[in-house]
């Protein structure tokens, strides 16, 4: 009933059919951005994610699914932290390299992987979708598929075709319905009210000026200005910098609308600079970088600046990036994250299962820790 194809370039497939089935919501899977990444070396054998994205055709050869598929020799940009497996496949004398990734490289944005548009019959092409998947990743003699960051529908989809489900944590802002700042914090309880109030003062005190600007508003040499901070912050943190200034470039011109910069001035200089991806109802904190310390700058330019553009465009959820117990205080709460597994070697795959579900009750209990120092008066929803 369907044709499953693999294609090594994302140009392979057209981008009006890709982004159709993409929707309006994940800047970070939108042909645009995957394609830049393919055309300026973020991805491909300098950095182990070679792409093999996934299209499943129909009888009239439309494309009616897909999902953006890579193979991967390492677990470096994917967040769903895997080296203990790879440990123990070594141990095992097996190798774990080369495994099926599905996923937006360097992106732990929540959303559908399996990309089906406007379909009625999601669970149908989800089904075929993954159980292709898993024929790809045995011809390709990988040790497994992974599918990171998936909805939780996708999950339920996943499992019932025998995946293992992983269970994460992230702390995301969802609306309640405020229309500005004010009425956000007026749900702060007055402690944390105050302190943010202070955070953000300290930034003004200091005669730190911030703008936010779309991409296609920004100039070539803002746009080098945030690469080379961008840069530095992975330099001090000893990781590796994946993404090209040609690729911001790029991306700046084709999804202008979809890329905001927060650029933090002193003395007329730009001292600090956040970027983000904008979807129709999700803004996605992404990448951050400072020349200069200024006290809570970090904050107004990653969090508090981000809320402001959600509650003045009409956006619904905030997530803020990876990891970050501190913004739990800021108005993130903790969210489930997911992603579902197939491993090949079935001698592993048990004890993994295992873990995961030990791991999954572990993460239960850490999210209502973390629902218990919720900053809001009451909480929401």
């Known amino acids: 009933m369907y044709r499953l194809r693999v294609h090594s370039s994302i140009d392979q497939l057209a981008a009006a059919d890709w982004n159709r089935l993409v929707g309006d919501?994940?800047?970070?899977?939108?042909?645009?951005?995957?394609?830049?990444?393919?055309?300026?070396?973020?991805?491909?054998?300098?950095?182990?994610?070679?792409?093999r994205h996934l299209g499943l055709y129909d009888r009239s050869e439309q494309l009616v699914a897909a999902a953006p598929c890579y193979l991967k020799f390492?677990?470096?940009?994917?967040?769903?932290?895997?080296?203990?497996?790879?440990?123990?496949?070594?141990?095992?004398?097996?190798?774990?390299?080369p495994k099926l990734v599905i996923a937006s490289p360097y992106t732990p944005a929540t959303g559908q992987r399996v990309l089906t548009g406007t379909a009625s019959n999601r669970a149908e092409l989800a089904a075929a979708l993954v159980r292709g998947s898993v024929e790809v990743a045995k011809e390709a003699g990988a040790s497994g598929v992974h599918w990171l960051f998936s909805s939780e529908q996708e999950i339920d989809w996943m499992r019932a075709e025998g995946l293992l489900p992983r269970l994460g944590c992230q702390f995301h802002w969802r609306s309640q319905g405020e229309v500005d700042v004010e009425a956000l914090l007026a749900r702060f309880s007055a402690e944390k009210r105050k302190k943010i109030k202070r955070e953000r003062r300290r930034v003004v005190e200091a005669g730190v000026r911030i703008r936010r600007l779309r991409g296609s508003e920004a100039s070539a040499e803002e746009w080098a200005i945030f690469h080379r901070?961008?840069?530095?912050?992975f330099d001090k943190r000893g990781g590796i910098p994946t993404l090209s200034?040609?690729?911001?470039?790029?991306?700046?011109?084709?999804?202008?609308?979809?890329?905001?910069?927060?650029?933090?001035?002193?003395?007329g200089e730009i001292v600090a600079a956040a970027f983000c991806l904008v979807g129709a109802r999700t803004l996605y904190g992404r990448h951050w970088g400072c020349s200069q310390a200024f006290h809570s700058l970090h904050f107004e330019a990653c969090y508090y600046q981000g809320l402001e553009h959600c509650l003045s465009h009409g956006l619904t959820g905030f997530e803020p990036g990876a990891q970050g117990e501190h913004k739990v205080a800021r108005g993130f709460l903790p969210t489930r994250t997911w992603s579902a597994h197939w491993l090949a070697e079935p001698g592993l795959r048990e004890p993994i299962g295992r873990f995961l579900a030990h791991e999954i009750e572990a993460v239960e209990d850490y999210i209502d820790e973390m629902n218990a120092r919720s900053p809001y008066r009451r909480a929401p929803g």
């Open 245 to 267: 200034l040609p690729f911001f470039r790029e991306i700046g011109a084709t999804m202008g609308e979809n890329t905001l910069l927060v650029l933090a001035e002193h003395d």
């Open 25 to 51: 919501d994940l800047p970070h899977l939108r042909h645009e951005f995957l394609a830049a990444m393919e055309r300026h070396g973020c991805v491909g054998e300098r950095f182990g994610w070679l792409p």
């Open 74 to 97: 390492n677990s470096y940009g994917e967040f769903v932290f895997d080296w203990a497996w790879a440990d123990a496949y070594r141990r095992a004398g097996l190798a774990y390299y």
């Open 229 to 233: 901070l961008y840069e530095d912050t």
